[in-house]
């Protein structure tokens, strides 16, 4: 699945996408947010219960983290805890680390993520991470 817009799931769970029993359910490059529920969702071995990303950094210019070892990176931006906005990826390195540098500004306000391994299976969404807002103790003072 690449290239899609998948939103406001609401029926049932309301997930954007869950992933059941199967395994190499390949999720890329997608728009998904506002759904009821998880935006992706993996239940009863689908895709092999692949871990999500940890970001352990996020700023406008780039986010780091750790995920499976040589495993595609994707990261995204979107209002809450999916993925609205796909800004790019990287490759974890032998030791499961990854660095992500922006080719612009990432568009926030959080940055999630998912990891895709070898054989095709990829993750739910990493939790989300703010991105630094120097700007907000200024905004806060002038209220």
Same mark, same amino acid.
């Given at each position: 699945?690449?290239?899609?817009?998948?939103?406001?799931?609401?029926?049932?769970?309301?997930?954007?996408?869950?992933?059941?029993?199967?395994?190499?359910?390949?999720?890329?490059?997608?728009?998904?947010?506002?759904?009821?529920?998880?935006?992706?969702?993996?239940?009863?071995?689908?895709?092999?219960?692949?871990?999500?990303?940890?970001? #352990?950094?996020? !700023?406008?210019?780039?986010? !780091?983290? &750790?995920?499976?070892?040589?495993?595609?990176?994707?990261?995204? #931006?979107?209002?809450?805890?999916?993925?609205?906005?796909?800004?790019? !990826?990287?490759?974890?390195?032998?030791?499961?680390?990854? &660095?992500?540098?922006?080719?612009?500004?990432?568009?926030?306000?959080?940055? &999630?993520?998912?990891?895709?391994?070898?054989?095709?299976?990829? #993750?739910?969404? !990493?939790?989300?991470?703010?991105?630094?807002?120097?700007?907000?103790?200024?905004?806060?003072?002038?209220?």
């Amino acid at each position: 699945i690449q290239g899609n817009t998948i939103a406001h799931g609401m029926a049932g769970p309301g997930h954007g996408i869950r992933v059941e029993r199967g395994t190499g359910n390949t999720l890329r490059r997608n728009a998904i947010y506002a759904n009821a529920g998880g935006g992706i969702v993996l239940s009863e071995g689908g895709n092999a219960i692949l871990a999500a990303p940890a970001i #352990s950094s996020a !700023s406008r210019s780039g986010a !780091s983290g &750790t995920a499976c070892p040589g495993c595609t990176v994707e990261l995204f #931006s979107d209002a809450s805890d999916e993925g609205r906005v796909y800004e790019g !990826s990287t490759v974890a390195d032998a030791a499961g680390h990854f &660095t992500f540098a922006a080719p612009g500004r990432l568009t926030g306000p959080y940055i &999630t993520a998912t990891a895709t391994d070898a054989e095709g299976n990829t #993750s739910e969404f !990493s939790a989300p991470v703010g991105l630094n807002r120097a700007w907000l103790p200024a905004i806060l003072k002038m209220r």
